[in-house]
């Protein structure tokens, strides 16, 4: 049995914890929050035998064998360095660090370790995607020609005007820490490594430090081209598409819903033939109360399979400081407005 202890108890009660409980390998045996007494009710209430005021306790808990890390940006490097000098694995949140510098010292110090770490990239989870993933592979559109990403939906931190790590930058948050880290790993989990970017990041007129808006463009280093375009101040958005173009044929994925895991339709055209919807079930899903906790589970499945031995989890750290690295390429290319070629910085 794999006892686990997780630090942060919002998403991490709401999401990590029936998706990790979901393995019947794991137990999740500790919360710890910043408010003890807090951390114990929710403790209480879900069931958790242990609860602590702070993560320090957690991690020095010999009972417990893994960390998981629910909590903003700018606080996980710490914990998560601490966990696994202490031998614990760690599975963490997206974009992994608030800087790219505290990135860089989080995957060195799992390269030290040699001990499995995730990440929370969990769209790449979604039934639905694996099919699309599949087709690709598999050359149902033929090569490659350009990949299109409309993301536009309002979040509740933009309705509620809130300013936290999600709205604002510096916690390694804003647009580009939420959501365009999702975007940069299933880009390139779909389609290789991106080549080179240009990026301009805006905010909500009149109130500029609320970040909220991204349009990109990218190639990779096979040639594809791809646009994106995000905001999470659309009203009544249309949702999240992503579509791919092909010599041969088309492959559309769209959720036009506020669930940004469920809902999400796979579509496939072939030369010269119309569009037609795909179906695609997903029966681990149903059960649950919130979209995603399914896909968070397979991740967490991969995760405890490394731990007892398997192959090295991805995504994990290896995965979330390159997601890292592109996030910091947009900042600079947003700053300076020209073309950053990212794939000659690698080769230097």
Known sequence: MIRLGIVGINYGKLVHLPAFRADARCEVAAFAGSNAERTADAAKAA???????????????KDIDAI??????????????????AGKPVFAEKPMASTLSDARVMLQAANDSGLPTGLDFNFTEIMAWHRAKS?????????LRHIAVHWHVENYAIQMRMKNWKTLRDDGGGVLGNF???????????????????????????????????????????????SLGMS??????????????GEDGTLMLHNPTADYMRGFALSYAKRPGAMEQIPVD????????????????????????AIEGGPRTAPGFTEGFRVQRLIDAAKRANADGKWLDFAAENAN
């Open 232 to 245: 999470c101040a659309s009203f009544r958005g249309t949702g999240h598409h992503v579509e791919f173009f």
């Open 282 to 305: 997903d029966p681990a899903d149903a059960p649950h109360p919130d979209g995603r906790i399914a896909p968070v589970s397979r991740l967490a499945t991969k995760f405890f399979d």
């Open 68 to 85: 998981s890390i629910a909590t903003m940006p700018a606080l996980q490097a710490e914990i998560a360095i601490a966990a696994l000098k």
């Open 135 to 143: 087709m690709l592979d598999t050359g149902a559109i033929g090569r």
């Open 180 to 226: 365009i880290s999702h975007c940069f790993h299933y880009l390139e989990w779909f389609a290789g490594p991106i080549a080179g970017l240009s990026a301009r990041v805006s905010g909500l007129p009149g109130d500029a430090d609320l970040e909220t808006t991204v349009a990109m463009a990218m190639q990779f280093q096979s040639g594809a081209a791809c």
């Open 47 to 61: 069931g958790v035998p242990k609860s602590y005021g702070n993560w320090r306790a957690l991690v020095d808990d």
